[in-house]
């Protein structure tokens, strides 16, 4: 388990980080639970860290717990955001997925979503898996792995 020390220790590791890669940024969060670290960064210019479709936010969330797991022997998974982006990107999945579910249940057509990360695929299936109307199936190969929301048989 991370204590305050780690703490400290993470965030001048992340400071550093960017600095040497000359981005200010602001720690607006950081806390820990369930063995997961979270950190919320506040940038000026988001999407060059974010990128196309969060690969560039994924990539970098890979580095920088590589380079923190070098000073921090503890187990732990990073989970970076950068202006709430991954937390407004699950309530529009949450969102559309209930919209197209409820879609699917009145028109009787299933829909296709378009290709997606499993992470994303994963909100979907998690958010209509209550559902006794529609079931969700992911198809495809990745990259171009797609969820089907149903009439539920």
């Known amino acids: 388990m991370l204590d305050q020390k780690d703490f400290k220790i993470i965030k001048e590791i992340v400071e550093e980080f960017f600095k040497k890669i000359d981005l200010e940024i602001f720690i607006e969060n950081l ?8 950190l919320n ?6 999407k060059l860290l ?7 936010l994924s990539d970098l969330q ?6 923190t797991k070098r000073k921090i022997k503890k ?4 989970d970076l955001d950068i202006n709430n982006y991954k937390k407004r990107k699950i309530e529009y999945l ?5 919209n197209l579910a409820d879609e699917v249940a009145l028109t009787k057509k299933e829909k296709i979503l378009p290709p997606m990360s499993a992470y994303e695929r ?9 559902r006794k109307d529609v079931t969700t199936q992911s198809t495809g190969k990745e990259p171009d792995r797609k969820v089907i929301i149903k009439l539920y048989p």
Do not use: S
Request: aromatic share 8%; net charge neutral; charged share 35%.
């Open 31 to 38: 806390n820990f639970r369930e063995e997961i670290l979270f």
């Open 122 to 130: 994963r909100i979907i299936h998690l958010e209509l898996a209550g």
């Open 50 to 56: 974010i990128g196309e479709r969060g690969e560039a």
């Open 75 to 78: 187990e732990f998974y990073l």
């Open 62 to 67: 890979h580095l920088l717990k590589a380079i």
């Open 94 to 98: 949450k969102e559309l997925a209930k």
């Open 41 to 46: 960064l506040k940038v000026k210019e988001p």
